[in-house]
């Protein structure tokens, strides 16, 4: 059973469009991140999320994206613009926050495709 | 040189083969080291943390070099169900803060009849 679920699954859009991709935790998770994988590379950092502000993002994470936890549960991405080179699977995952347990655990992930 | 390296494969084995897969990482603050498995087209999933003590789970088992900056996997016995793409994950995090994973690009294991 999954501790957290991605909705949609697969999300198809036009190019320029505004898509939100979103995570729900089943339990109480207090650090949130989201990673993305463009077809065939590697798995990539976007941002971390902790205590309802960003933590830390990476070069990926320019202006078009946003992320926010609206009802203190949802989680989720949006990306303003989309453009062709988003096309990838963004996987959301949580951690425990517990002291010395950095693991990170994913959700099933949402496959964007922008046209 | 990239953050995490891995040999890309793909590795071919019969099933009951020995396999190992390595792993060099160029921070050398990092502080935290994983190995994930990617089934295609699914999300990462954790395999086991690796400790510089070197540690077991089963027919897996990890062990990490900070000296070297090396990390490796030893799958013994292979099975079928073993065919994955295997993950090199390290993070900087420590103390309070939960950082990002930076990972490797994987080495792709097949395990035949």
């Known amino acids: 059973e999954p501790e957290v679920t991605q909705t949609p699954s697969h999300q198809v859009t036009q190019m320029g469009q505004e898509v939100i991709l979103r995570c729900v935790p089943i339990s109480n998770h207090l650090y949130f991140y989201w990673y993305r994988q463009i077809l065939g590379q590697k798995v990539e950092f976007l941002v971390s999320?902790?205590?309802?502000?960003?933590?830390?993002k990476s070069e990926i994470f320019d202006d078009q994206f946003s992320v926010e936890r609206p009802d203190g549960s949802n989680f989720t991405l949006k990306i303003r613009s989309t453009k062709l080179e988003d096309s990838a699977m963004y996987f959301c995952?949580?951690?425990?926050?517990?002291?010395?347990?950095?693991?990170?655990?994913f959700g099933p992930g949402t496959r964007l495709l922008v046209l | 040189r990239k953050e995490v390296e891995q040999d890309p494969g793909p590795f071919n084995v019969p099933e009951g083969a020995t396999v190992a897969f390595n792993c060099t990482y160029s921070n050398s603050a990092s502080q935290s080291f994983f190995w994930y498995r990617q089934d295609c087209r699914k999300e990462p999933k954790l395999l086991m943390s690796?400790?510089?003590s070197g540690n077991e789970d089963g027919r897996f088992t990890a062990q990490l070099n900070r000296a070297s900056q090396y990390i490796s996997l030893l799958i013994r016995d292979s099975k079928l169900s073993d065919s994955a793409t295997y993950l090199c994950?390290?993070?900087?995090?420590?103390?309070?803060?939960?950082?990002?994973?930076?990972f490797g690009q994987g080495t792709i294991l097949t395990v035949h009849p």
């Open positions: 999320f902790y205590n309802n502000e960003i933590s830390e």
């Open positions: 690796v400790y510089s």
């Open positions: 994950v390290v993070t900087n995090a420590g103390g309070t803060s939960y950082g990002k994973l930076t």
């Open positions: 995952a949580w951690s425990p926050g517990l002291a010395g347990e950095e693991t990170q655990y």
